[in-house]
């Protein structure tokens, strides 16, 4: 089997490079421009450190091909292939960042065959870095990660975001679900502002469950196989199919079930593929 610790470490060292970027533009007055809604923002500084992270990458490893947030907003085409990808969300958080709303990410995560090997969430005010590698456990700053293991959705912190949509369905379907939830009852419904780091709540067993509808790729992907090596289970009304534009994270399948049975999606194109 490959081992693909050396590109896992690279990744690492980068994500703590773009952080400090990240970190130094956190106070600093920003150029937003909107992209494909009022609530879908980008600033020079996710487009700056997604060409840094690119550019790194591309010089070690020619070979390698990349779907980055930026780029694709850029026109670039969203295509996973088998060959080894790097999944990329400079800044994860973008409405935070602008607002220095203190939850942003760096969120990279690396695919062979379009299989996750690993995962990197750095976030970056908190300075927390979650990562795991398939097969090898889940990390948050080098100390192993586990899920809480909880079974009983009523006693359950679940963790959501809104997103970006703004239209009508969307909106109905998304608070009707937060109303679905809370009747059940859970003991709290939470919004950080970043699935990455939402997701990687669950890893840590501070939130039993996440599900988001509506997020891309690169919002979930290296949160995804953090979840999964801490222990949890994630999935998606079906099998996770991280280009869904749905996913469910939970500490159990019946926290992940209880959740698929209460929560409705509306429709999203899917980010490629299916
Ligand atoms: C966004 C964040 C947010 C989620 C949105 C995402 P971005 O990512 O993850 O929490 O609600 O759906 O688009 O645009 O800040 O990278």
Redesign the pocket.
Known sequence: MADWTDCLDFGISLAKQASEAVLTAFNRQKEVKLKSSPA??VTET?QRVEKMLISAIRKRYPQHRFIG?ESVAAGEPLELTDRPTWII?P???????VHRFPFVAISIAFTVNKQTEFGIVYSCVEDKLFHAQRGRGAFLNGEPLHVSGQEDISRCVVVT????ERDDLALSTLTSNIFRLLKLPVHGVR??????V?MCQVATGGADAYY?I???C??IAASAIIVKEAGGVVTDTDEFDMMSRRVIAASSSSVANRISQVVRAFPCRRDCGG
């Open positions: 879908d923002l996710d947030e969300d800044i994860d958080g973008t409405v935070n960042f975001e809104i997103g970006a919004a950080l502002g970043t699935a990455a939402d988001h509506g997020m891309h690169w919002d």
